[in-house]
């Protein structure tokens, strides 16, 4: 039995079979005049959310907006600020039992966060466009 498999296996080019003709692809031109999405986060400050970063200090006291990311980068939250590092450190300090429920639910979510100084009304402006990719803001 095992000499007859070996017989057919001989007399197929097993090269001609496996290996596909050399193509080229090229784009459809419809698809190279597309334009790309922009990324919403380029230029912001990307961070670790855990106690050196957040309550010593490098997050600057300006206007800007705030971004919160899981574990696998996936968007929690979007804010804005008048004064960042303030806002920040109140997600990661434990207040009274009478602080806002997002918070609470964010608080153990919570590995990256990001940020970018800005005006105010900018911050206001690009809050709006980013929101409704987040999962915990309400609309």
Same mark, same amino acid.
């Given at each position: 039995m095992g000499d007859i498999v070996l017989d057919i296996l001989k007399g197929i080019r097993i090269n001609n079979i496996l290996t !596909? !003709?050399? @193509? /080229?692809? /090229? @784009?459809p031109r419809s698809f190279s005049k597309m334009r790309q999405p922009s990324n919403p986060f380029r230029g912001w400050v990307m961070l670790k959310f855990d106690r050196s970063n957040v309550l010593k200090g490098i997050v600057p006291n300006y206007p800007g907006i705030y971004a919160f990311f899981d574990e696998y980068r996936r968007l929690l939250y979007v804010g804005h600020s008048k004064v960042l590092r303030h806002r920040i450190q109140s997600y990661y300090q434990d207040d009274c039992f009478k602080e806002h429920p997002t918070k609470i639910n964010l608080?153990?979510?919570i590995k990256l966060f990001a940020y970018k100084v800005m005006p105010t009304a900018s911050a206001m402006t690009m809050e709006k466009n980013i929101k409704p990719r987040a999962m915990y803001n309400y609309l």
């Open positions: !596909p !003709p050399k @193509q /080229t692809y /090229t @784009q608080r153990g979510l």
